[in-house]
């Protein structure tokens, strides 16, 4: 659990220093944070945590935050890590996960 809370963490600097404009920078920033909340929710089960949302999937998240923040590469593939964050978010349980 701690590990997939340092990514997040790490995701959300790479999103500080990268040159997405800023509206696209708050939406998956909301996200990220909506995510560090339900990984805090006690009634998260190891089952749910190993699962859908494993520190596997985590890792694959972190390299699509560097390949999005590094390369600054827009449209198709920043609503890919959008929609792959909302549905970690679901999975997790966040009723909120889509606005």
Known sequence: ???QYSI???CLQLLKQS???TI???R???QLIQMKRLLLNDRLTNDMVKGACGEDVFEGLLNQMRRICGEGSQGDALTDLMERI??????????HAHH
């Open 1 to 3: 659990m701690d590990h």
């Open 8 to 10: 997040i963490n790490q």
């Open 19 to 21: 040159d997405l404009p």
């Open 24 to 26: 696209k920078k708050l």
């Open 28 to 30: 998956v920033e909301i």
């Open 86 to 95: 909302g549905g970690m978010l679901t999975e997790l349980g966040g009723e």
